[in-house]
């Protein structure tokens, strides 16, 4: 079974500090690796994909990659409330599906 | 406006009753998916089509059935044989099938049951 592990959180953190969300997962085979955000109710929204080792920054988001831990993270540089929300990893696995974690859920404090 | 229309937004099923989910999109994407998100998870596929009159499972296709007549429509169906529909449904769209592509995401419909 094709497994994708995020902390559920939530993760408290106050207003300007860094947010720093992980993500394991189990198929060697996955490529593409996608972050997601979801506010309570709505549907998700792409935030950031990144496909090769090593950092992509884009805004105040840095996806981190690492396939040989198949580890994968998102950064959020000066978290403002706005940011409030549950965020998703999706790994693409080896027969090209998108496989979701059920998602940390991050609290930015004013 | 280029997107993915899903309605309705909340649906109510009663005991033994099919009830039927639309998303249309017109943004032109040759793969349509289906999801499906209980409280505190993550979305969990149900059924996918890469090209029209086609389509696959997912790993929860067990009482839901789809079809893919047109490029444009992806409906999905409840069956009476899914005993724990209360869920929301997402339904989305990529460019292609092939797992580098952006998904699109509807707003989603609520399925309750009565």
């Known amino acids: 079974q094709k497994e994708v592990e995020q902390n559920s959180g939530p993760l408290s953190v106050p207003e300007g500090a860094i947010a720093s969300l992980n993500c394991t997962y189990s198929d060697r085979g996955s490529q593409s690796f996608f972050w997601y955000r979801q506010y309570s109710g709505k549907s998700p929204e792409l935030i950031m994909s990144i496909y090769s080792n090593g950092d992509k920054e884009d805004g105040r988001f840095t996806a981190q990659l690492n396939k040989a831990s198949q580890y994968v993270s998102l950064l959020i540089r000066d978290s403002q409330p706005s940011d409030s929300a549950t965020y998703l990893c999706?790994?693409?696995?080896?027969?090209?599906?998108?496989?979701f974690g059920s998602g940390t859920r991050l609290l930015v404090r004013p | 406006d280029g997107g993915i229309t899903q309605s309705p937004k909340y649906l109510f099923r009663k005991e033994g009753q099919n009830v039927t989910l639309s998303c249309e999109q017109n943004?032109?994407?040759?793969?349509m998916y289906w999801y499906r998100q209980d409280p505190g998870q993550g979305l969990r596929l149900i059924y996918y089509?890469?090209?029209?009159?086609?389509?696959q499972k997912g790993d929860i296709a067990e009482g839901y059935s789809v079809s893919r007549e047109k490029k444009e429509s992806f409906p999905l169906t409840v069956t009476s044989a899914q005993k724990n529909p209360t869920a929301f449904y997402l339904c989305a769209s990529s460019r292609t099938g092939g797992g580098i592509e952006k998904l699109f995401f509807g707003s989603g419909t609520q399925l309750s049951v009565l």
């Open positions: 089509s890469q090209i029209v009159n086609d389509f």
């Open positions: 999706a790994p693409c696995d080896s027969s090209y599906k998108l496989i």
């Open positions: 943004l032109n994407h040759d793969a």
